[in-house]
């Protein structure tokens, strides 16, 4: 399998020292996944009702607690006659159910050692245990095939194929730094130094694959390897073929075993999301895959602009219906914005009992813009209090700015910014309501503006008129 820990780190790195890195982890106690760590601490007191398969299957989906348990296990004292520990289930069934979940219940978590300092790491760790339990899926299912005899040896070998390499991930959360290794050389003197079983070794060693046996799991670890990223990599065909005329099978019943292998895995065997499993490519044709051709964005629907005359007709008619304040104010300012085309649009709404007029309706003004707190006094005499005798209106424009820049009420400049504007007051009956201010926000505004505005604030008090008359009456 791939090697990609060490591969961008080698010339960072000292000379190899395969002994003292060896040594480091000859006896420390492994960290296991906290997902094992969690399901294992669920099942302590309550061993009686537990089954021994469903903690072996527990185990076997954890490469670095298979490895602890089997070394634990293999170190024990024993005569000369007593054979090599291979499975899971024999552990158990030397140590007791209970014992068993209590010790290893205890082991510290790959999480806690790696995060969240070596986040990186620890996405890589889980990318390569998925991959040692898809490998070991595989050679299973081979296993099965051949009706192999001791299908735990063959599961658990592949699980533990690149357990130097998963070992080489903890070492960035260890307190002191670990020694260099070459990795691809300690293999077998790590595992001699666990008195891990003697089958391992003749399962990986790549010199001896003389056997079918041997054969198809090697095959199997270098499927699972080139298949993370891609069925159509180099090298799949080739290890499919190679299952093929070992098994002695049609190559596409191989290849189905291999996607339902996936597939399952996918479903059922990976709890990690963010590691995405091998099956995600399978949905992939051969051949080139042209570029999907771009589609021009959908043209918008037109949208007709309402005329100034039918927003007059919509103002006569609220009026005339009964229409409440709001959806007067409300198409009167649509007409001014959409029908007249003015960009910045206020009603100030006079507060008779503070002699002020107060911003109540804003349109195109952005948030932080000064329009949004419109506010003018009216205790002291300048052009909004004229405006406010009778429903008048006026158009500050370049050509009477300086007749009327001297009227304008204090702080108004600040807040509108300069440019050419438009105001007139408001009147229901003869009591006046407010005033309506418009501009172009420092643009200038034409005549046919200023006419058009005159004429819906002018609709817009005779609907408001006929809106109070129809409540002084009741209707």
Same mark, same amino acid.
């Given at each position: 399998?791939?090697?990609?820990?060490?591969?961008?780190?080698?010339?960072?790195?000292?000379?190899?020292?395969?002994?003292?890195?060896?040594?480091?982890?000859a006896q420390r106690a492994l960290p296991i996944l906290q997902s094992t760590k969690s399901a294992l601490t669920a099942y302590i007191g309550r061993t009686e009702a537990a089954r021994v398969d469903q903690v072996v299957e527990l185990v076997l989906r954890?490469?670095?607690?298979?490895?602890?348990?089997?070394?634990?296990?293999?170190?024990?004292?024993?005569?000369?006659?007593?054979?090599?520990?291979?499975?899971?289930?024999?552990?158990?069934?030397?140590?007791?159910?209970?014992?068993?979940?209590?010790?290893?219940?205890?082991?510290p978590t790959v999480e806690s050692l790696l995060l969240p300092k070596q986040q990186a790491r620890y996405f890589s760790l889980l990318r390569h245990i998925a991959t040692a339990r898809l490998a070991a899926r595989l050679a299973r299912e081979f296993g099965? /095939? @051949?009706?192999?005899?001791? =299908?735990?040896?063959?599961?658990?070998?592949?699980?533990? #194929? %690149?357990?130097?390499? $998963?070992?080489?991930?903890?070492?960035?959360?260890?307190?002191?730094?670990?020694?260099?290794?070459?990795?691809?050389?300690?293999?077998?003197?790590?595992?001699?130094?666990?008195?891990?079983?003697?089958?391992?070794?003749?399962?990986?060693?790549?010199?001896?694959?003389?056997?079918?046996?041997?054969?198809?799991?090697?095959?199997? /670890? @270098?499927?699972?390897?080139? =298949?993370?990223?891609?069925?159509?990599?180099?090298?799949? #065909? %080739?290890?499919?073929? $190679?299952?093929?005329?070992?098994?002695?099978?049609?190559?596409?019943?191989?290849?189905?075993?291999?996607?339902?292998?996936?597939?399952?895995?996918?479903?059922?065997?990976?709890?990690?999301?963010?590691?995405?499993?091998?099956?995600?490519?399978?949905?992939?044709?051969?051949?080139?895959?042209?570029?999907?051709?771009?589609?021009?964005?959908?043209?918008?629907?037109?949208?007709?602009?309402?005329?100034?005359?039918?927003?007059?007709?919509?103002?006569?008619?609220?009026?005339?219906?009964?229409?409440?304040?709001?959806?007067?104010?409300?198409?009167?300012?649509?007409?001014?914005?959409?029908?007249?085309?003015?960009?910045?649009?206020?009603?100030?709404?006079?507060?008779?009992?503070?002699?002020?007029?107060?911003?109540?309706?804003?349109?195109?003004?952005?948030?932080?813009?000064?329009?949004?707190?419109?506010?003018?006094?009216?205790?002291?005499?300048?052009?909004?209090?004229?405006?406010?005798?009778?429903?008048?209106?006026?158009?500050?424009?370049?050509?009477?700015?300086?007749?009327?820049?001297?009227?304008?009420?204090?702080?108004?400049?600040?807040?509108?910014?300069?440019?050419?504007?438009?105001?007139?007051?408001?009147?229901?009956?003869?009591?006046?309501?407010?005033?309506?201010?418009?501009?172009?926000?420092?643009?200038?505004?034409?005549?046919?503006?200023?006419?058009?505005?005159?004429?819906?604030?002018?609709?817009?008090?005779?609907?408001?008129?006929?809106?109070?008359?129809?409540?002084?009456?009741?209707?």
């Amino acid at each position: 399998m791939a090697n990609a820990v060490t591969a961008a780190s080698n010339a960072a790195q000292p000379a190899p020292n395969n002994e003292a890195w060896l040594e480091l982890w000859a006896q420390r106690a492994l960290p296991i996944l906290q997902s094992t760590k969690s399901a294992l601490t669920a099942y302590i007191g309550r061993t009686e009702a537990a089954r021994v398969d469903q903690v072996v299957e527990l185990v076997l989906r954890d490469p670095l607690l298979t490895a602890h348990a089997l070394r634990h296990i293999n170190q024990r004292r024993r005569t000369s006659m007593a054979a090599d520990v291979v499975s899971i289930e024999n552990v158990i069934l030397l140590m007791g159910l209970e014992a068993f979940v209590n010790q290893f219940s205890q082991l510290p978590t790959v999480e806690s050692l790696l995060l969240p300092k070596q986040q990186a790491r620890y996405f890589s760790l889980l990318r390569h245990i998925a991959t040692a339990r898809l490998a070991a899926r595989l050679a299973r299912e081979f296993g099965l /095939l @051949r009706y192999d005899s001791r =299908l735990d040896e063959i599961y658990v070998t592949a699980l533990l #194929a %690149d357990l130097p390499l $998963l070992l080489r991930h903890l070492d960035a959360g260890l307190e002191t730094p670990a020694p260099a290794v070459d990795i691809a050389s300690v293999t077998f003197p790590l595992f001699a130094r666990w008195r891990l079983p003697e089958a391992f070794n003749s399962l990986l060693d790549e010199s001896s694959a003389a056997s079918q046996r041997t054969m198809l799991h090697q095959s199997a /670890l @270098r499927l699972a390897d080139h =298949l993370q990223l891609g069925w159509w990599q180099t090298g799949v #065909a %080739d290890e499919v073929q $190679l299952a093929t005329q070992a098994l002695a099978m049609p190559q596409f019943e191989v290849w189905a075993l291999v996607c339902r292998s996936l597939l399952h895995f996918a479903c059922d065997d990976w709890p990690y999301p963010q590691i995405f499993a091998p099956a995600r490519w399978l949905p992939m044709l051969p051949g080139e895959w042209p570029k999907p051709a771009v589609k021009a964005p959908p043209k918008p629907a037109k949208t007709e602009t309402p005329s100034l005359q039918d927003i007059l007709r919509e103002l006569q008619h609220a009026g005339q219906s009964g229409a409440s304040f709001n959806q007067i104010m409300g198409l009167s300012i649509r007409a001014q914005a959409d029908a007249i085309g003015l960009k910045r649009i206020v009603f100030g709404l006079l507060l008779a009992g503070q002699n002020l007029l107060k911003a109540r309706y804003v349109v195109g003004a952005s948030d932080d813009d000064p329009l949004r707190s419109f506010q003018v006094e009216l205790s002291m005499p300048h052009l909004f209090t004229k405006l406010m005798l009778k429903p008048q209106s006026v158009w500050l424009n370049q050509a009477n700015r300086s007749q009327f820049e001297a009227l304008l009420p204090r702080g108004l400049r600040l807040a509108v910014g300069d440019g050419d504007f438009l105001a007139m007051s408001l009147f229901v009956e003869d009591k006046p309501v407010g005033i309506f201010y418009a501009d172009n926000h420092g643009a200038t505004i034409s005549e046919a503006q200023y006419t058009a505005f005159k004429q819906v604030c002018l609709m817009a008090g005779q609907a408001l008129t006929q809106q109070a008359k129809r409540l002084a009456l009741g209707h």
